[in-house]
Every structure is written in structure tokens, then in C-alpha cells.
């Protein structure tokens, strides 16, 4: 490109520059990031870097590219190779590239300007600010201060005086009585409760109105269905087969939790790693069922690993969706195209959640027990965490001592024989199987006589290669040891006891010598050598002309009926008197008598068993290695425990998965008040300060008010404690959410979306709500809690498809009309009335719901078994207690609905409606007979449907 064309470039930018952007001092983040996201990093950044050339990384820009020409020289836009590739005419050199597949338009005048001045005041690199720790910004001088009701109120003012804007009136105490009830229980106000607060004229008639709706028991109700979604429950176990899982004490343990303000750290830390804090209760270790909720499939033929590590995944992808409001799943791959975090943290996060027992098993193990008497709970819970540690405590010695003796011995062999496939000897002592093996299939073992006082199995893996493990599982089900004497005859030799080199796995060593399918080894995959150590009453000897012979049964299988035989494996003896003197001690006898008992009693509690998270032992622990492009077979360099750099620049501990807990729960962590404080407010408010609640990076959209949302996150760990009872107060009692939901015409048309906040909230009920509202104001809600989830009603042939065979048995009585957060959840098959109204199927964790309005909504409301029954119980209602006229029934059942007094031109045209279906009823019986057993009930009916679909109805 001739000089002289350059030259001419920069005057005129220079000229651009100078006329628009003299003062201003330009912002990497709010200038620069937008720019080189939009345009440059697709090609320039964490997943590919073209030219060796990475935008994310502040020392990578600074440096020099594939060309050799330093990429930024802060202060010399003209010596820069990134502007200069700007704004030359070459169309060769140019960028954005011109040419090919990826071209796109040239940057703007005024992009090339900002960067121009950017870069001429020192290029300056900003960390994105979510990554930077909240704290309160100082706040301007306010015209109208004595607005404010809570310290986010002046926030709030701050941003609209900026804007020129006042806020709005303050709503009626019916609007708002109803909104804050929908907001806070989920349910509206009842009659009495809206006459008392209208005529509670005390100062503290708001706080009092607060303070009763944090304290209903329906309060935790209505949280749990947020958290439910981002926990992704649901009562199947997922895939195509869907079948039943016991969860819904998990659901519970979300209601009591928010009933009894857990502080949300706490709240967290037990969900993440219950099972490893301090003697754990019965809530601490249900509460890990929060990362049971992922998938199992049972589907015949899968393969259990790799579902085991899609649900590993899913627990690294969760835990960053819902607590860090980030979009972490992007580095499974690669690098974060847009985050500075590089690929091998994705794996550093993910052997936090590598090792944990359950391993996509059919029968969701492992499992802990929740008493049904709930003073047993806390019993439970004790027996529960003695049993492993115990197990351990017995076993310790002899895995000690499997290492220690070096006087292991190979079994020399006079033959072996195997009942499918074939079994081969090798010099170096080990057996080989090979062809088709049955699931039952019996090995035996015939050698030379030797003495012995232990005989040990090691299962080896098949494959040399550790990136390439694991393999299918290897089960040892049960060993049967012999003495054949010279006459034929063979003796059983009498074994104790069995020590293995770990207690892991869904099986017992000691099954072994039980007899049955279950026993040692890797299952339902085979990870690494695996030894057991088979000790016998007492020392064995041999005479002179005896042999030495070995059963071994094979009886275990994996999912599709695939034989878990021993493929290869040895076996060797042992004289050294340590191991019949481990089955004398006293201490083991008193042991295993005390695990004995543990156990008796555990089993004797009666309660429901619920799939929870269990760490495997350190000498269990699994490998964790890179997946290369993501792909879980295709396996690279091994990772150990670890969180991002990023996000732990002060050094937080993070080796084990409850110190992972306390990291992201840490005051210094600056994600997770903010993302829970912008959850909470988009519940109130309708939207996220943050819109895109999961995706608080460069790529998501930028916050409305910042200050506003690090004074809440700020204020959420300090004033309140982390109570989210305290943080709900300071916002329903806030004078921005006392305002009149009603916009001026000018407000509407300058802020659509009330981003600033110049007027209340003004939303569409939920899913659920919209349920519990319509159950509630019809009188039909059961205001039954806990327990086990229930079959409302539901359309006809729903699950005629449903693969595992289950049922729908619609529920009769109280049941019929619980809340909807107990509704029975099909993860292939959900209730068709909650998806239609945005409720997500809960495969994955689900950050937000992104509300639609389609006919199907109009659809479910008018015609749904339970919104008709609930319109025959509204209309019997307003009969009863509306008065003998139809305009004073009519006006309660409208004032139940909305909160609201009817106007006369409302009143008006439901009397017309009324009429018009009662003459065509009474017309045509037999359609009223469809609804109701006389035209007359059948015209109130319509007609409380009718209010039930009013949109002031459905919103709040």
C-alpha cells in the first residue's frame, strides 16, 4: 500500500478523532471489547488464533504476531500492525478479512477512530467487570433523595435524574399487595388479608405486609421452583427409557431450606459438597442431590462411562450456570473465545466432580436414606457416615499389607479350564481370556500345591496405555479355594476374610465370598490393576501328592448384558503370618462385629432412598485427563483439582470439591452475590439488571445499572449476611417497587422494557403461578407441603408414548389441587400446561425463562382439565359469596382475580357475555351438559373462565 494512501487515511481519522473525540477518554471495556468481540476475535481469539494472534490475553496484543510486527504499540497507533491492517486498502491485508468465507464490511469511521484514540492513549487493558470484585460507587448529589425507602432506591434515582427522568406514582396498595404476594409466595392475597393491609393506615403497614409473606410457609415454595430449574429436577431419570427417580425429598430440602433463610453460602457449599463437610447431617448429604439430578441412561447397550462423563460435564457446566453466571461449557473444547480462560481449566473444574462413586449405574447408587420419621433423620445420617470410614478402617490394614509383603508367590499351573471363551497361562504368571465370554462363566484354576496363609487376585487391564482406560468392568463374583487330595476328592478350604487394595465401587469386596452376581473389581468399568487379598481361617499346608485348586465365577454384567469377566489377571500365595494374625486381632473382630451392627440398624430405618454425591477414597481417585477437541475418548495431558486464575487471584485453597465450595462462596469471589442478587431482582422486576442471567461475560449484555447491581451483591454478603429473606425485604419494600405499574405514553415509547426503572414491574405469572393463582382464587389449592409429587389432571394420551411403561394415575382428592411445585416431573413427558408456558424440560440446568405469548397459551387456560375445574369452583364461589345479583358476583369474582374493582364497563361486558351463553345453553343442552349439569352453571362457569383469562389475571 503506497505511504502516501496511509498518510491520507490517518489525517482523515485524525480529523474524526479530533473533532468527536477530544475529551473523551476511551474505555477498553465499554469502547474497545464490543468492538473486537463483534469483529476480530472469532478468527483472533481463545478458540482460534489466526496468525498466532490472540485478542483476549492483554500480553498476547502487546506482543508480536506470525509476521514478526508488534501487534499494539500502546501510544503509536501508526507503528501498530492491528491498525494498520484497519485501515490499509490492501485487500489482501485488510481486517476484518475481505476475502473468502469469513469476510465481512469494514470496521466503521467510527470504530477506527475509537481504536485510533485507544490506542494513542496507551492502550490501556481493562478486566472485564464482572471479574472484578463488587463494591458500592459513590453516589452523586440527588434532587429527590427523600424518594428513596432502601438503599437501592438511590441507585436507581441516580440512574434516571442522569436520564432526565422522575420516577412514577406510587402504586395502589391493591396493585401492589397482589404483586408483592405473586413475588414473594407465588399466591395472591386472600380477601381478608387485601381488607386488612387497605385498611392498615400505620406506617408500618408495607413492612408488615413483607414480613408475613417471608414468614408463610408457601415461601419456600415458591423459591424452590426457581432453584428447581437450575438444579434441573425432575422425578425421571432422563434419556429414552425416562423411568422413576426418588428425588423429591431433594425438592423439600429446597423448601425448608428457603423457609428457614439458609444463608445462601451455606446454602450452596451443602449442595456442592454436603457430603464432605464435618460429621454432615441429613440435610448436608440430601442436599448433593443437587448434582444427582443429572441423567442416567438405562437405555441396553449404552455405554455407562459415557454417560457418566456427560454427567460429569453437566455438573462442571451447572455449577458455572448457576452460581457464576458464566458460559464455562464453551472450554470443554477450547480455549473461551471470548474469556481469558484458558482450556485446561475447564479440566482443572472438572476433576472436582471426577471422582465421585456414581457411575450412570440403572439403580442411581449410590444412595442415602431419608428417615420418614424425621427425629430418625440426624440418626441416619450418623450411621450413614460411620459405615464407609469404618469399612475403610477394617480393610486399611490389609491394603497395607498388599503392598508391603514382597513374598508374593505365582501359582504354578497344571492346567485351566474356563467355561465359555478361552483362558490361556502366561510365563510371567498371568491369564489371558480370549473369544466370546458368558455372563456366567467359570474359571478353574488347577496348580501345584503350595503352601499359603493369603492368596491374592490382581485384575489387570487389558490396555498398556493409561489415556485409554478405562475399559470395560472386571468382577471376581465369588472364589471357591480347594485342596484336591491325592484320592480326587476335593477339601474347600475355609476363606475369612478379604482385604482389598480400596474400598470404591457400588460392590463389596467381601461379596466374594458370598455367592452372588456382585463381588471385586472394576465395575461397571475397570479404571486400574485391582487387587484382593483372600485370607483362609488358618494357614494352609499340603501333604505331599495334593493340588492346589481355584474357582473363580464370573457373574457380573454392565448395561446391555456385556459379561464384566476377569480378561486378564493373575493370582499368587503368600506364607507370611501378618494376614492370619489381621483376622485375630481383636480390634478387627470388634470391627466387624460393630459394621455388623451399623449396618442392622441403618437397614432397619425405614424411609426413602435418594441417589446423592459420594466421593470415591484418594487411593480410588479417577485420572483426569484433557478431552482434545472436546471428545471424551480423544484423551491428552492429565489435570488435577483446580479453579480459574481469572476468578481466584487471591489464592483461595481449591483441592477438594468442599474447598471448591467455599471458593466460589468466598466474599472475594466476585460472581456469586452478583448473580444471586441479579436473579432475585429479576424475579421482582421482570428482567435482570443483567438480562442474560446466565452470562455475566464480554458477551453478554451489559448491565442496566451497575452500580445498582454491585450495591445489592455488595450488600448481600455484608448487610444481609447472605439472607435472602433480608435482600427480598430491602427490594419489595423499595419506593422503585412501590411505583404505579402504568406508563405514561412518553415513558413507553423512551423505555419499552422499563430498563430504568421509572415505573413498577408489570410481568406475565409463571408457569407455576399461573396454576397456584387459578387453584387459590378458585378455592380449590391444597395447601398440603412436602412429600412426594403428585398427578394433577393433565389432557388424555399424554403418555401413550412414554417408553419405560409408566403410568400417569391422575391424582383424586387434596392431591388433585396441590401447588405446582409438586407436580411430577417427566423429563421426556413434562406437564404440558407449564412447558406451553415456558417451564423448561430440565435435561440441563435452565438459567432463565425467556417468556413467549402464543395461542397455545390462550389454548391451555380456556380449555385444560384443571382450568376448567378451577373455573366451576370460581364460579360456586361467586355465587356463594358475591351477593343474589350478577353484577355483585361478577365484581367479586373479578376482584379475586385481580385485586382490583371491576369498572362498569367491565362489569357491562361480562354481563353481556353471560347472557349471550346463558340463551345458548339453554338453546343447546347438550353442549352445556359438556360443562356443567345446567345451562345456568354452565354460563357462570364460562364466565368465570373468562376472568380467569383476563390479562390483568395472568399478570402482576
Known sequence: MPQSIISTTLATLTLVTATSLAQEKISFNEHIRPILNSKCTKCHGGAKADGDLSLIY?????????????????????????????????????????KGDHAEPPLPPEEVALIKKWIEQGAEWEEHWAYVKPKKEKLPNLKHADWSKTGMDQYVLAKLEAEGLAPSPEADKAQWLRRASLDIIGLPPTPEELEAFVADQSVEAYEKQVDRLLASPHFGERWASIWMDLARYADTMGYEKDPHRNIWPYRDYLIRSFNNDKPYNIFVQEQLAGDLMPSPTSDQLLATAFHRNTQTNTEGGTDDEEFRVASTIDRVNTTWTALQGLTFGCIQCHAHPYEPIPHGDYYRFYAFFNSTEDADLNNDYPHFKIANDLKQRDETASLYTQLTPLREKINQPGQKAIAQDKGWQPLNYLDVKTSSGKLSPYPNGELRTSGTLA??????????????????????????NPAELPERGSVLSHIKIQKLKVDGKAEDIKLAYAFADTITGPYDPLDSLRGGASGFGGYPKLFTERSVVFVPSSPVSFEPGERLNVIIQNKASTTGNQAATLRRFQVHTSTSPVWTELISTEEHKQSTAKLTQLEKQYNSIKGTNVPVIQQRPESAKRETRLFIGGLWLNKGDLYTEGVPELLNRYKAPASNRLEMAKWITSEENPLTSRVMANRIFSEFFGRGIVSTLGDFGSTGVVPTNLPLLDYLAVEFQGTHQWSIKSLIREMALSATYRQDNKASKELAKDDPSNLLLARGPRTRLNAEMIRDNALSISGLLTPTQLGPSVMPPQPNGIWQTVYSGSKWNTAEGPNRYRRGVYTYWKRTSPYPSMITFDAPARDLCSAQRIPTNTPLHALITLNDPVYLECSKALAKRMVNEGGASLETQIRHGYKLATCQEASSRTVELLTQLHDQMLADFQANTENSKKIASSPEEAAKTVLANTIMNLDSALTK
Do not use: W, Y
Not at 445 to 458: G, I, P, R, W, Y
Open 58 to 98: 492483554r500480553e498476547e496484543a502487546l506482543g508480536k504476531g506470525k509476521s514478526g510486527k508488534t501487534i499494539i504499540v500502546p501510544g503509536k497507533p501508526e507503528e501498530s500492525e492491528l491498525f494498520r491492517r484497519i485501515i490499509t486498502d490492501d485487500l489482501d491485508d485488510k481486517m476484518p478479512l475481505q
Open 439 to 464: 455372563i456366567h462363566t467359570d474359571f478353574t484354576l488347577k496348580a501345584e500345591a503350595q503352601n499359603f496363609s493369603a492368596l491374592k487376585v490382581t485384575i489387570i487391564p487389558e490396555t498398556e
